[in-house]
């Protein structure tokens, strides 16, 4: 039989939260967990994550320096011994490669970006490449290969 004196709320409708500003009984009374004095104690009170409380602020403390140059051109970089590696593999078959060609093989992320070839490992087979750069290395060890190179 249910008596009011056994009601009870049905589990996990109640949060068990702290209830401040009711009384010093509660034990969050009197200054309700605010402490003492200050900007955080009063009512209303709110700062941007960056305030340091009238402290000189990060960004005016640390020295500002150097240049960027907004007409970098970032390369995507392919060398040689990944090529090599390829062809050893028979990945690459018909040896005439592009930015597509590069691209749908995986060795850069993107055919819009410009590729350079870097002239890092040995290439022995025949490469006919055609790409936005190369370094003086790999245009030599290409050639000596047999290769020819394209500049698009």
């Given at each position: 039989m249910d008596i009011l004196s056994n009601l009870k709320y049905a589990a996990g409708s109640r949060k068990n939260r702290k209830r401040?500003?009711?009384g010093e009984g509660s034990g969050h009374g009197n200054q309700s967990t605010r402490g003492m004095n200050g900007q955080m104690s009063r009512s209303g009170a709110k700062h941007k994550a960056w305030f340091e409380g009238g402290?000189?602020?990060l960004q005016r403390r640390v020295p500002k320096f150097g240049f960027t140059n907004i007409f970098k051109i970032e390369y995507q970089v392919v060398n040689l011994n990944s090529l090599q590696k390829l062809v050893d593999a028979k990945v690459i078959k018909d040896q005439t490669l592009?930015?597509?060609e590069l691209k749908?093989?995986?060795l850069v992320s993107s055919?819009?970006?410009p590729i350079k070839v870097l002239g890092k490992g040995e290439v022995k087979s025949k490469l006919n490449l055609a790409?936005?750069?190369f370094s003086k290395s790999a245009q030599q060890k290409i050639e000596a290969a047999g290769g020819t190179i394209?500049?698009?």
């Open positions: 401040v500003g009711r402290q000189m602020p592009n930015a597509e749908k093989i995986g055919s819009k970006k790409v936005n750069d394209t500049k698009i």
